[in-house]
C-alpha cells in the first residue's frame, strides 16, 4: 500500500505531525502537573505547601481552595494565592437579590481596566456573580486586587493571626495598615502622631496614622470556614483597582428596598487601594511580600522562597524538604473532585 505521505504532499504531513505531536506533549504536560499536585497536596512529609493560580476563573479558584482543605495532611499549612476576573463573590447565606445589582454586573457597564502604559481603558465584559462556600459579606474582584488563602489546624486557628502576617507584608509599601476589631485590614488616614515613635512596630494592630478623625478605609475583609480539623481563612486585598469608584454600585441592590429575605447582610464600608496609583509589579510584589512574611512566621528558609520565584514563571511544582511550592493553571479542571466543584458552584451561585 503507498503512503499516504507522496512526495509532494512532505510539508503538509511534517506539519499535521508536528502539531500532533505538540498536541502530546501539552496534554503530557497537563497530566504530569495534575498528577503532580494531587500526589504532593496530599503527601504527609510537606508540611507547608505554596501556590499560586495563573487562571482568572473564579469558580476554578475557590474550587482548588476546597479542593486544598478536603485533601491536605490535618498538620499541614497552606498558603494559596489567586486573581480573579471581575467577579462579584457572595457569603454562602447571603442573597444575591439584596447584595449586588445583577443587572449593572450582567451589563458590565462602566467596567475598567489597567493599559500596560498605565492608563484606565474601558472594557465591555460582564462580571460574574459566586457564592462561595465559606460565611461572610460580599466582595467585588478583579485584576486589581490579589486574593489569599491560609488553611490550617483548627488547633493553630486564630482570626488575627494571617490578617497580621498580611499587614506584615503591606507594611512593606504602605505603613498605614492595621488589623481592626473586625479582624479586617484598613489603612489609617490621619496625619503620623507625634507620639508614633513610641509604638511597638510588632503590633499589627495600632499605626501612627490612627484617629477618631477620619475613618480607615478598608483594603481586604475576611471570610472564614472551620472544620474539626482544618481552617480556611481567605481575603481580597484591594492592591490598585481601577474600578473602586464603582464598587459601591456593584454591591447595592436597586430591590433591597423592596424585598425581605432572610440571610446575612454585608457591612459597608469605605474602602481604599494599598497603592495610591497604578502598579505594574503590583501582585507579584504582594505576593512576595505575604509569601516573606508566612516564611518568617513558619521559619521557612530562602530556598523556599527562590523556589516559588522559579516556578512563578511556568506552571510548576518545586519541592523542599517539608515544603511544595509552585505555580498552577486551568489543567486542574480535569481533576474530578475540582470539576465537581464548579459545577455546583455554578449551579448554586443563583
Request: net charge positive.
Amino acid at each position: 500500500m503507498p503512503s499516504r505521505c507522496t512526495l509532494w504532499s512532505l510539508p503538509a504531513c511534517k506539519k499535521r505531525y508536528q502539531f500532533r505531536f505538540s498536541a502530546y506533549q501539552k496534554i503530557r504536560a497537563v497530566s504530569r502537573l495534575t498528577s503532580s499536585f494531587i500526589s504532593r497536596v496530599q503527601n504527609t512529609g510537606l508540611k507547608y505547601q505554596i501556590y499560586t493560580s495563573k487562571s482568572n476563573n473564579p469558580f476554578l479558584n475557590l474550587s482548588i481552595e476546597h479542593f486544598l482543605l478536603q485533601k491536605s495532611p490535618a498538620d499541614s499549612t497552606i498558603l494559596f494565592f489567586y486573581i480573579d476576573r471581575p467577579s462579584v463573590v457572595i457569603g454562602r447565606n447571603q442573597n444575591p437579590w439584596l447584595e449586588a445589582d445583577l443587572k449593572l454586573l450582567a451589563s458590565g457597564s462602566s467596567l475598567k481596566a489597567w493599559a500596560t502604559d498605565g492608563s484606565v481603558q474601558n472594557i465591555n465584559a460582564s462580571i460574574d456573580i459566586v457564592r462561595r462556600r465559606s460565611g461572610g459579606g460580599a466582595v467585588f474582584h478583579d485584576h486589581g486586587n490579589v486574593n489569599y488563602c491560609v488553611i490550617c489546624p483548627t488547633q493553630d486557628f486564630t482570626r488575627d493571626k494571617h490578617a497580621e502576617m498580611v499587614v506584615k507584608a503591606i507594611r512593606q509599601d504602605n505603613p498605614r495598615a492595621r488589623v481592626n476589631e473586625r479582624h479586617d485590614i484598613v489603612l489609617d488616614q490621619g496625619l503620623p502622631d507625634v507620639k508614633g515613635s513610641q509604638l511597638d512596630p510588632a503590633d499589627m494592630h495600632k499605626t501612627e496614622f490612627q484617629t477618631d478623625a477620619q475613618q480607615a478605609l478598608k483594603v481586604s475583609g475576611s471570610a472564614y470556614k472551620l472544620t474539626r480539623t482544618r481552617s480556611l481563612h481567605h481575603g481580597t486585598c484591594l492592591l490598585d483597582s481601577p474600578n473602586l469608584k464603582r464598587l459601591s454600585q456593584y454591591l447595592r441592590s436597586p430591590a433591597r428596598p423592596f424585598l425581605r429575605a432572610r440571610g446575612v447582610d454585608s457591612v459597608r464600608s469605605p474602602v481604599g487601594n494599598v497603592y495610591a496609583d497604578f502598579q505594574s509589579d503590583a501582585s507579584s510584589r504582594f505576593q512576595s511580600h505575604v509569601l516573606a512574611s508566612f516564611a518568617t512566621l513558619y521559619g521557612l528558609g530562602p530556598d523556599c522562597l527562590a523556589g516559588f520565584e522559579q516556578a512563578g514563571e511556568r506552571s510548576e511544582l518545586q519541592q523542599g524538604p517539608n515544603w511544595v511550592c509552585g505555580s498552577l493553571d486551568d489543567s486542574l479542571e480535569s481533576i474530578p473532585e475540582i470539576h465537581s466543584g464548579i459545577k455546583e458552584l455554578q449551579a448554586r451561585h443563583g
